[in-house]
């Protein structure tokens, strides 16, 4: 693992190909309504090759903007590894309600976008406003009654994927390049990098580390980027996110550490007890009662893991 931003893969292919060549046997979890999903880090590999193949028979080449509408799972990963390493720009959508997703697609120009079939009730009606969106990829199964706008072209994600070649030609990508975009700003790879070696070193990750993300992912682009760096398996939670749905899954996947907000881990005190495997999680800004609450339950709650240098 590197250990110096000198160090520092210049770009997320050198971070994808670290992690499966180096960390293959990694794994990630996603929760399902029975318990969870796991893939492994050479797994998602031969995916992300897939989706890569896939965009590009879509005809996303280099810098086309590709939006994801994702809760946080495993597919949402594969996007994030392929989309700039393909030469593309990730445009990661925040799905809470009431934000302002027509415009924000529009202003980036989003050509494709990734969407959970979960979601899309909530995003149907801003369809035909999305004028500059030729492709929608539903991942997961399309709502009774589903009908796409005129000029808008809906794919099955599983078929989408279906046959395509297990490795991809990956592109050599100058580091400064946009690969992900940010509040509608692009970070470069560079940026990113430097962002998920300064997250590896905050958080102290290694590959025998089970890292909770109960944070979107667009909340904070580098944590996808830091876990295939140092090789730390992933615990996602997808749609399941009340407290009882979080902490079962909590206890079946068995994260050492954890991240959330104050409200995520106020919501799971109750559940303390019986989240065992948890030693750290990480709520910013929390209240120091609430770290007491966790002490006493043997978790150690940090109100921040990482320097004000690599904030976003």
Not at 146 to 155: I, N
Not at 245 to 253: K, V
């Amino acid at each position: 693992m590197p250990s110096t931003t000198q160090d520092v893969p210049p770009d997320l292919r050198r971070i994808l190909e670290h992690g499966v060549s180096r960390h293959a046997s990694a794994t990630v979890d996603t929760a399902t309504p029975s318990g969870f999903r796991r893939v492994s880090y050479a797994e998602i590999g031969v995916r992300v090759a897939w989706l890569a193949h896939a965009l590009r028979a879509l005809g996303v080449g280099e810098g086309d903007r590709v939006g994801t509408y994702m809760w946080n799972n495993a597919a949402h990963l594969e996007a994030f590894l392929a989309v700039p390493c393909m030469g593309a720009v990730l445009h990661p959508l925040d799905v809470r309600p009431g934000e302002d997703v027509a415009s924000a697609v529009g202003h980036a120009e989003d050509r494709v976008l990734i969407v959970d079939g979960a979601l899309l009730p909530r995003l149907g009606a801003l369809l035909p406003d999305l004028k500059t969106v030729e492709h929608v990829i539903v991942h997961g199964p399309l709502p009774d009654g589903f009908t796409a706008p005129a000029g808008m072209t809906v794919h099955d994600h599983a078929e989408l994927l279906r046959d395509r070649p297990a490795t991809y030609d990956w592109p050599e990508i100058d580091a400064g390049q946009a690969a992900v975009l940010s509040a509608g700003e692009p970070d470069s790879h560079r940026t990113i990098a430097r962002r998920a070696l300064a997250l590896v070193e905050a958080f102290d990750l290694t590959e025998d580390d089970t890292l909770l993300l109960a944070v979107p992912h667009f909340e904070d682009l580098g944590l996808p980027y830091a876990a295939f760096l140092a090789g730390a398996s992933l615990a996602v939670p997808d749609r399941f996110q009340s407290s009882e749905s979080l902490a079962a899954f909590t206890a079946a996947s068995r994260p050492n550490l954890g991240v959330g907000s104050p409200r995520v881990w106020e919501g799971l005190l109750p559940h303390a007890a019986a989240l065992t495997s948890l030693t750290e999680v990480v709520a910013p800004d929390c209240p120091p009662a609430l770290a007491d609450a966790y002490g006493r339950h043997g978790v150690t709650l940090v109100r921040d893991r990482e320097p004000a240098a690599v904030r976003p």
